[in-house]
């Protein structure tokens, strides 16, 4: 029941923070990204690839906070349905979409390519066959 809004400041304040334990926290996850989310898992994928630049955490049911380090911005996500094959998907499109926007330091747009597998997912029947894809095809509004 937590707000997105104080999520996301959550997320912020993990990445600023000059705090001990809050550096010791940001850096363990930073430090040993499989030990957030597992392998082969979108969160310890994205890790990997920003290089100590963003912490991510998947949360339940279609939920992803990030702090994107160096920028001190904190993201949080919600896919309304809960449904968690959306998620990473859609948090990559954001951080596509936050990237090419500019402003922001962290080289966002090589992580989603580097990612395709989290980027862009196929959707498929109960007998395996391919019958669509799940991508990211909305479109953030920035106020400058």
């Known amino acids: ?59 339940a049911d279609g939920i992803y906070g990030a702090s994107l380090i160096v920028d001190q911005v904190g993201i949080a996500l919600k896919v309304e349905d809960g449904d968690m094959r959306s998620a990473p998907v859609a948090l990559l499109g954001l951080l596509d979409q936050l990237g090419a926007h500019g402003g922001l330091t962290a080289p966002l747009a090589r992580w989603s390519r580097r990612l395709p597998q989290h980027a862009r997912r196929p959707i498929r029947n109960t007998l395996g066959a391919v019958t669509g894809t799940l991508e990211a095809t909305g479109m953030l509004q920035f106020s400058d």
Request: proline share 7%; charged share 20%.
């Open 1 to 59: 029941s937590l707000p997105l809004r104080a999520m996301a400041l959550a997320y912020a304040r993990l990445g600023a923070s000059a705090d001990p334990a809050a550096a010791a926290i940001r850096n363990a996850m930073v430090s040993h990204p499989r030990l957030v989310g597992g392998t082969g898992r979108p969160c310890t994928d994205l890790m990997e690839v920003a290089d100590g630049d963003a912490v991510v955490k998947v949360g």
